[in-house]
């Protein structure tokens, strides 16, 4: 069972930081049309990227921390 958690720890740690990166990297996330696109509601965005970056990478962490 613990090899299990430790997998998906594996797995959520790997996306999360994929998330970040992609994120953070200019030429695959265009912030500014986003920005141009959603108007008032581009804060939305950073609420989406903490939940799918690093919180997954956290989790991930936590699990593989508590399970290896």
């Known amino acids: 069972m613990h090899t299990v958690f430790a997998t998906i720890g594996w797995l959520l740690a790997i996306a999360g930081l ?18 141009e696109m959603l108007g008032s509601r581009y804060p939305i965005v950073y609420v989406v990227y903490i939940a799918n970056g690093p919180l997954l990478l956290l989790l991930g962490i936590i699990l593989l921390k508590t399970f290896r």
């Open 18 to 35: 994929a998330v970040s990166v992609a994120f953070w990297l200019p030429g695959l996330c265009h912030r500014t049309r986003l920005k």
